[in-house]
T-cell receptor
Framework: GAGVSQTPSNKVTEKGKYVELRCDPISGHTALYWYRQSLGQGPEFLIYFQGTGAADDSGLPNDRFFAVRPEGSVSTLKIQRTERGDSAVYLC???????????FGEGSRLTVL | AQSVAQPEDQVNVAEGNPLTVKCTYSVSGNPYLFWYVQYPNRGLQFLLKYITGDNLVKGSYGFEAEFNKSQTSFHLKKPSALVSDSALYFCAVRPNFGNEKLTFGTGTRLTIIP
């Protein structure tokens, strides 16, 4: 069966541009998570959806970051006015509701020049 | 606030020897604890978890981990290492109620030497 799919796998953009990263979770998984991983660091929590609603967005670093999941399946992470410090691998994970058992995609590598 | 510490950035073990990857945690209340593994060019994969019950939990690929409440530790172990175990290992924690947010450590790179 298909795993979590993230597109694009690689995105290079210029400082100040707008970026969208897409996540297709495993079918039937109700929970969806976004994490960010910088080089040499562990995944850093950004936001968690249960169904269509953001249950916890405490990890979003500032108001340039926003995420949606309008139909409770696909999610999009949106970053406005990108900065060089936003460069990282953005990871998406979904879960069928079993505590802590997350299924991760391979990530979207964002490079801001 | 919840946190995880993985004190070793790198662990090298000879093939066939036992291995241990260390993890300590901090969380309000009782913890749910997890180990994930990241192979090169692959996504993070769930390895095992402690929720409740027996302090020694067994997971995929022959790995096990021991929950020690008094030491707030959850070390990952395997009796006999394989070269294919070489990867990046992450410990993670969340409280057992309320907060679904999983907090990860910084990772330990495990290298098994043939």
């Amino acid at each position: 069966g298909a795993g979590v799919s993230q597109t694009p796998s690689n995105k290079v953009t210029e400082k100040g541009k707008y970026v969208e990263l897409r996540c297709d979770p495993i079918s039937g998984h109700t929970a969806l998570y976004w994490y960010r991983q910088s080089l040499g660091q562990g995944p850093e929590f950004l936001i968690y959806f249960q169904g269509t609603g953001a249950a916890d967005d405490s990890g979003l670093p500032n108001d340039r970051f926003f995420a949606v999941r309008p139909e409770g399946s696909v999610s999009t992470l949106k970053i406005q006015r990108t900065e060089r410090g936003d460069s990282a691998v953005y990871l998406c994970a979904s879960s069928p509701g079993v505590p802590g058992e997350l299924f991760f995609g391979e990530g979207s590598r964002l490079t801001v020049l | 606030a919840q946190s995880v510490a993985q004190p070793e950035d790198q662990v090298n073990v000879a093939e066939g020897n036992p291995l241990t990857v260390k993890c300590t945690y901090s969380v309000s209340g009782n913890p749910y604890l997890f180990w994930y593994v990241q192979y090169p060019n692959r996504g993070l994969q769930f390895l095992l978890k402690y929720i409740t019950g027996d302090n020694l939990v067994k997971g995929s690929y022959g790995f096990e981990a021991e929950f020690n409440k008094s030491q707030t530790s959850f070390h990952l172990k395997k009796p006999s290492a394989l070269v294919s175990d070489s990867a990046l290992y992450f410990c993670a924690v969340r409280p057992n109620f309320g907060n679904e947010k999983l907090t990860f450590g910084t990772g330990t790179r495990l290298t098994i030497i043939p």
